[in-house]
């Protein structure tokens, strides 16, 4: 539904599993004083993926290698040619590791976290995602926000967050060494660590009067760290989640 993949939609196979648990999640919505907050409080049942929350927090876990024998499964199922048997194992599992993988928990609450799977060898992020979203608070677009935040911006395109917490103070340097690390395999191509106009990774747009009206440029804070690290535009899809993905980030999921 958003820019470019609305575009792109045909270079993507889309599959769809119903993977049925032993038991109804439980997780319950976490409310503090000021009413339905991030998060939920967890209960007991069995789910496929055991999928757990953190109250107060976005944070959800689950079951890396089931998610990924579920994707394995779909692609057995429908992974041949117009939507055939896929019989070459060799060929379901890389598929598998190349996978944007969605587990979209039963739980209303608003939380999402992504997975990411590394792979040397490519400057385009050729690895698999796993994107654990819930359907919000009772907030369809919350829960379409969420998700395109998750699954379409870190999980295919390894793009970074473009915002940041006060709290979280100035990136240390250990971290920028740690997105340097993943730059030259794909990674993080709409954070950077100066903020000269002339130099970041998106000059060319800024310079470029196509996109004038986006209002790229140098703003602070990113990868939830509040200085020392900087994003292309003021809101996005990578951001408040109210927004369309910006430029650069558009740029990542072309080139990917």
Known sequence: ????YRSLKHYFNVYYINAVSDENHDAEPYFDSWGA?????????S???STQFTPGATTITGDNDAALEYAMQALRAKGGKGGTECID??????RADQSLIMVMTNVHCHAGTCNM???YGSDYGNAYSIAYTALGNNDDEQCRWTTIHEAGGHGFAKLADEYGYRFN?????????????WEEYGW???IDFTKDPLA??????????????ENIGVYEGGGTYWTGIYHPTEDSAMNSGNGRFNAPSREAIYYR
Do not use: C, L, M
């Not at 194992?89 to 890389?94: K, P």
């Open 1 to 4: 539904s958003v820019e470019p």
């Open 37 to 45: 907050q991030n998060g939920a409080v967890n209960g007991s049942a």
């Open 47 to 49: 789910t496929v993926f």
């Open 89 to 94: 194992e060799q060929e379901v599992s890389i």
């Open 117 to 119: 799977g590394w792979t």
């Open 169 to 181: 103070g100035e990136i240390p340097a250990q971290k920028i060494n740690e997105y340097h690390q």
């Open 188 to 190: 993080y191509k709409n």
């Open 200 to 213: 970041v990774k998106w000059k060319h747009f800024i310079s470029d009067t196509r996109y004038q009206s």
